[in-house]
Each structure stands twice: as structure tokens, then as C-alpha cells.
């Protein structure tokens, strides 16, 4: 479904991303693990079309999508949340997902009927799913941080995406949080049969419920496989892992 | 208007506004129906800058441009066409909003502070064309003596003529602001790099607000020739521009009624102020200071967080 081939991205001098390949099969749940610094939101951005890459190229459903524009890639299927909570602040909770699920239904341009009559339905139903619908009428900015990052998936499920990417889902989350948030993330990919894309620091998760596992070490893919593969992988061991095989049995 | 009051209480209030702003030329000397009639003028210019400022975020730093184009638009064709005065009163707004959609192409391409200081620039390209242009515009003498229809010959009619107008732009500019259209504009304000990601198009969006708030700008600008009878080309000076901004945060910019008390202040300080002194900016600047320090929300803003509390209580009560 996305393919994304020998993708270069460098900030001036500092290389971020040297060489990424990465591969998401329809219905698959992949996660991209790795250092600190490895690349992983930068090689994200470059999907979604925040950045553009020097080199490399990026296709989703067989098409090309390396030089669009974020909205366009979002209109063609990939919707994605941020790694620091990015919402609207001043809006309320319903009103973050409101302005998603008009995009998605192509009413963001409409001057004439008043907003709050629109796509009401598709929005409760959607704040049910993640269960924020008894905070609907809270403004987005005085919602808990878990909250919140509950809020950008939400926000990204407003355009009913083929392909969902998360960037670190469960950052400065609680235990408590983390655990509700990984069987949401669960829960998406199984019932809803999304395709889901994201990283995520906690091993333990990441062996847990990943069906494929991209490793990224100094802006490159060491390797690409099965949870299994990746865990008896020599050169993640040494590299990434610093040889210590704190992964066995996770 | 006052999303803390009920609808019909809001509507109450709307029309109990109109009954008194409806008779006031019965009660009133000619002078206070002029002072009204301008307070309308501007209040429709302040709202149209609002729509991109307060709803959009934008750095739209000179807005009287537009006001200016639409002025000298429609003057231009009452004094060197013989068309009817309906006709320039349509073109002059729509002038406007085709010269902010040509100077608003360039802005939205630059991001905050770079879009306001290029918009003042070529703004006031715009003026200096106005003031150099003597065989066309009248230069910096302007245009005086602009012919108004035997309908509006007294300035009663010249005051219902703007009124009905503003109630008209207001009430467009209303539906617009709770529109999915508005709801957009404002999530792209508080935060554009996030609605990128769900699928709109931030650069046409925002286009599109300056386009509109530039017509409305355009309407302001016409209604101003029906009330003066002359344009000149301060009309496009950035002071002016300035002025608006001020009105704006002033009332409270985050409020849809704000603007236009903004703007009915400072008219009236400049009329009753400037009566005993030109330095009446003086005391502008102290209100502004007291502002910044007191009530960072704008006036209506401050009204509006007094008012929540009684309202909650009345709510509980009933």
C-alpha cells in the first residue's frame, strides 16, 4: 500500500534521514522503532508531506506521492497525528473533529448553512469510538495531555483514512493511558481493519502488537521483517541495541 | 452575536438595537444622525478587517486599501460614467475584492509578520498611485463634490440607505463567520500546520477570507462616498489601516460584535476628543496602554466574561 524507496532528507549540514526504505502492506499494523535521532518523525513528515525529500521516492496505492502537498496527500487516504499534541486549542473537542470530518466531506469551502448543524452525527459517532464524547463541549486546550493525544488520533480518523500514521501515540503518557491507547490502536487495525503506521518507544508494545517492525539506525533502515526476525537480528542487536538483548522474550 | 446568551435572548437584544438605532433620527439632531451614520461606516469596515484578523489570524496590517479602492471606485464612476449610482455601488466592492485577491496571492505565500509587511507595501503602492495620479483621481486634492441620487438628499435617508446595508453585511458576514467555511478559518488560525494534515488547503482558504473580507472592505468604502460625498487619498494611508487594527483589538477580536464597538469608540473619540484638541491620539494611546494591561481581551470581551457568571446563575435559577 506504501512503499517508500532510498529516501534522503538532510537539514543543512545534518543528515536526518540516508537511505529509509519502508514497505506497509493493506491491513497491516507496522511500527518503526529506533534511537533517538534515528529519523523516524522526519521519515514521517516525508510521507505526509510536511517536508520534502532530496532524494528517494514515496508511492501510496502505486501512485507517487512525493512532491504533494500535505493536503493533498491527506485527500488521497493518509491521515496521521502528531508527536507533540498538535489541535486546535481554542476549539472545542467537538469542534477539532468537526473541521477534519468537513474536510473530508469536502464542506470546508461552504459559506452559506451554519457549521454546527453539519456533520454532527459522523462526529459524535467518532468521539464515541475513542471515548472522549463526554468531554465533547470541553475546550481542546484544558483537556489532560493523554487527552489530548487522544484528541490528534481522533482528529486524523476524521477523514477516514486508508492509512493511519502515528508518531509516538503514547508519548509522556501514563502507564494506565498507554495501556488504553495501544488497545484503541488495537482495536482500529483489528475491528476497523485500518492500516496503521507508528512509532513508539516501548519495546514491549512495539513486539506486542506489530505485525511488521522497521528498524532505523543514523537516519537509515537496518532492517525491515516480522517481529521474530527482527528480535534475532544480529546488526539490530549490535547496533541498535548496543548488544544488550533486552528485546529477548518480550 | 453573544454565545454566552440564549437565542432569543440574543435576538432580543439584536432587535431591541435596531428599534432604537431605527428611531434615533426621529429623536436626534442632524449632527448625532452623521456621527451614527459614520460609526456605521466604520463599524463595517472594522467587522471586514475582523474576518480576517480576529477569525483568521492573518496579518492583514493594511486593510484601508481596500476600503480606499472601493471609495475611489465607486466615486470614479458616479463622477466619469453615467451609469446608475446601483451599479457603481456593486463595482466598487467587487474592485476591492479583486484587488485583494491579486495583492492577498502574493501575501499568503509569507507567513505572519513577512504577510503584513508585504500587504503594507503593496497597499501602499496602491496609495501612492491614487496621490500621483492627478488627471485620473484628482491626486492628493481627491474628488469632491460626488453626485449623490434625489433619494439620498437628506441625510436621513442617507442614514436608513447605510443602515439597512450594514444590517445586510452584517448579517452575511454572520452566517460566514458560523459556516463551515469560518469554523475552517478559525482551526487554521489557532493552528495551520494541523489542518494541513486533515486535508485543507490553507493558502486558498485563507484567499478566499481576505477576498471576501476586501468586498466587504469595498461596501465600507462605498457607503462612505454616499455619506461624504468626497474621496481623498488618505482614504488608503496606513494610519488608517492602523486605526482599523486598533478598533479591532479595541472591541475584542475574538468576538463577533467587538470591532464594531471598537469602532464606535474611537469615532467618537476622535469626534468629541478631537473638538478640543488634535492630539486626541494622545489619549488614544493612553486607553490602548490601560487595554494592553487590563482588559487584553478588547472591551467586548470583557463584558462578555462579566456577564457569564450572572448568566450561569439566571440558567441555574430558571
Sequence with gaps: MLQVEAVHKSFGDFTAVYGANLTVEHGELVAVIGPNGAGKTTLFNLITGQLKPDKGRIAFKGEEITELPPYKICKRGIGRSFQIVNIFHRLTVFENVQVAVLSHKRQSSNLFSPARSLAVEETNRLLESVSLANKASNIAGSLSHGDQKILEIAISLGNEPELLILDEPTAGMSPEETAATMALIKQLAGTQGLTILFCEHDMEVVFDIAQSIMVMHHGQTLIQGKPEEVRRNKEVQDAYLGGVEIVEGG | ?318
Design chain 2, 1 to 318: 452575536m453573544f454565545k454566552e446568551l440564549s437565542d432569543s435572548k440574543q435576538l432580543w437584544l439584536v432587535v431591541g438595537i435596531l428599534i432604537v438605532l431605527l428611531i434615533w433620527p426621529m429623536l436626534m439632531p442632524r449632527f448625532y444622525i452623521y456621527i451614527l451614520s459614520l460609526i456605521f461606516v466604520t463599524a463595517l469596515l472594522a467587522m471586514s478587517l475582523n474576518l480576517t484578523i480576529g477569525y483568521g489570524g492573518l496579518f492583514q496590517f493594511h486593510h484601508g486599501a481596500f476600503y480606499g479602492v472601493g471609495a475611489y471606485t465607486f466615486a470614479l464612476m458616479l463622477t466619469k460614467t453615467s451609469l446608475p449610482m446601483w451599479v457603481g455601488f456593486v463595482v466598487g466592492p467587487i474592485v476591492a475584492a479583486v484587488t485583494g485577491l491579486l495583492i492577498g496571492w502574493f501575501c499568503v505565500r509569507l507567513s505572519q509578520l513577512y504577510f503584513g509587511m508585504l500587504q503594507i507595501s503593496l497597499g501602499s503602492l496602491i496609495w501612492a498611485i491614487v496621490f500621483r495620479w492627478y488627471t485620473f483621481t484628482g491626486g492628493d486634492d481627491g474628488i469632491h463634490g460626488i453626485p449623490r441620487p434625489a433619494v439620498l438628499s437628506s441625510s436621513n435617508n442617507v442614514y436608513y440607505f447605510i443602515l439597512l446595508v450594514l444590517v445586510i453585511c452584517l448579517a452575511a458576514l454572520y452566517v460566514i463567520v458560523k459556516s463551515p467555511f469560518g469554523a475552517t478559518l478559525q482551526a487554521i488560525r489557532d493552528n495551520p500546520q494541523r489542518c494541513e494534515a486533515v486535508g485543507i488547503n490553507v493558502r486558498r482558504h485563507q484567499l478566499t477570507a481576505i477576498v471576501i473580507a476586501t468586498f466587504f472592505a469595498g461596501v465600507a468604502g462605498a457607503l462612505f462616498v454616499v455619506l461624504e460625498r468626497f474621496v481623498f487619498p488618505d482614504l488608503l494611508f496606513w494610519t488608517l489601516s492602523l486605526e482599523i487594527f486598533i478598533m479591532c483589538l479595541l472591541g475584542g477580536w475574538f468576538t463577533f460584535a467587538g470591532p464594531m464597538l471598537g469602532a464606535a469608540i474611537i469615532v467618537a473619540l476622535r469626534i468629541f476628543v478631537g473638538k478640543y484638541t488634535q492630539y486626541w491620539t494622545l489619549i488614544l494611546g493612553v486607553i490602548l496602554i490601560l487595554l494592553i494591561f487590563f482588559l487584553p481581551e478588547g472591551v467586548m470581551g470583557y463584558l462578555l466574561e462579566k456577564l457569564k457568571p450572572r448568566i450561569k446563575e439566571a440558567t441555574e435559577r430558571g
